[in-house]
């Protein structure tokens, strides 16, 4: 009940700085992990050969996904003025222009309704945005490359994966109160 009382507060401009720095650094110290581990994924006939230098897909997907999350969180506009704070310094740091950074998010949270219709779950549509993006069904069985799904062993295995990608904002709430500016 005091909790309220006593946490630190963060401005949403702080908070938006730290998402975007916090993703940026998770994608660029992780994606080799994460390239290794799709390549020698066992349910493919063949490897793929995702290099550990091709991540700016992978960075797209975490943050069009991220960004979906962020109304579940907050409020009375809080979550567009976050979410607008995030896609302006997105921008800055991808050396975007603002209307730029904007439709490729767009696209991307688009592209997640296509691939994972009927479902509305981001988490899911993260997952199988790396399997297209990545063009991973031309290495996988025939029975599935037939079918152009994802094989599911391998989609199981991708959600957990993406799941380390998911911004913990329970966390940060639990710790901070976020304030306007």
Avoid: C
């Amino acid at each position: 009940m005091f909790d309220i009382l006593f946490k630190k507060k963060i401005s949403e401009s702080k908070l938006a700085d730290y998402f975007v720095n916090s993703l940026i650094h998770l994608v660029d110290s992780s994606f080799e992990d994460v390239a290794a581990i799709i390549n020698n994924d066992p349910s493919f006939v063949q490897h793929p050969q995702i290099a550990a230098e091709n991540s700016d897909e992978f960075l797209m997907i975490v943050i069009a996904g991220n960004l979906q999350f962020i109304p579940n969180h907050f409020n009375d506009y809080q979550d567009i003025r976050i979410t607008d704070q995030v896609i302006r310094k997105f921008a800055q740091v991808l050396e975007l222009s603002l209307p730029e950074m904007k439709e490729l998010i767009h696209q991307y949270q688009s592209y997640f309704k296509r691939i994972n219709h009927p479902s509305k779950n981001t988490h899911y549509a993260m997952s199988k945005a790396v399997f297209f993006k990545y063009n991973l069904n031309e290495y996988q069985e025939e029975y599935f490359k037939h079918m152009q799904t994802p094989n599911p062993m391998f989609l199981k295995r991708l959600d957990d994966l993406m799941a380390n990608f998911i911004w913990q904002w329970d966390d940060i709430l639990h710790k901070f109160k976020v304030i306007e500016g």
